[in-house]
């Protein structure tokens, strides 16, 4: 990955990115890492206190790719904290997917989390203001 250092974001233990932490921000990125990490917010605290780490991979075009690393690892919560950050994350208008590369969020609960969203949707369609 050829990488200019004056398009390198920043790097931490928190966010890296395949190939040695380097993060481009162009035109077609709509999100940042730093921007996706921020949005976790209140799960990032338990993931600290269990030793697990966000991994943001990529956020190209509005598809954020993300793997549960660390504690995460083996977890019984680990599909609860993906579903927990899924929805986190869907919520941003820059956000198309949230994709977990090691399929830390099963499919039902990727789908319930769509339908909860769509269903709080319709009901702030019909609220008069």
């Given at each position: 990955?050829d990488?200019?250092?004056s ?17 481009r ?12 990490l ?8 338990i993931?600290d206190?269990?030793?697990g780490?966000?991994?943001?991979i ?6 954020i790719?993300?793997s549960?690393e660390?504690?995460?690892i ?6 609860m904290?993906?579903?927990?950050i899924?929805y ?5 208008d ?11 969020l099963?499919?039902?609960?990727r ?5 909860k969203?769509?269903?709080?949707t319709?009901?702030?369609?019909g609220?008069?203001?």
């Amino acid at each position: 990955m050829d990488v200019d250092d004056s398009e390198l974001l920043g790097c931490g233990l928190e966010a890296t990115v395949e190939m040695g932490c380097a993060l481009r921000k162009d035109e077609h990125m709509g999100i940042s890492t730093e921007e996706v990490l921020a949005e976790i917010g209140p799960v990032q605290e338990i993931l600290d206190a269990h030793d697990g780490v966000v991994n943001v991979i990529d956020t190209e075009g509005g598809i954020i790719m993300i793997s549960l690393e660390g504690g995460c690892i083996g977890c019984s919560s680990t599909p609860m904290t993906a579903m927990q950050i899924y929805y986190s994350l869907m919520k941003l208008d820059d956000v198309e997917d949230v994709v977990f590369v090691n399929g830390e969020l099963p499919d039902f609960m990727r789908q319930f989390i769509d339908q909860k969203m769509e269903d709080e949707t319709e009901e702030s369609e019909g609220d008069i203001v």
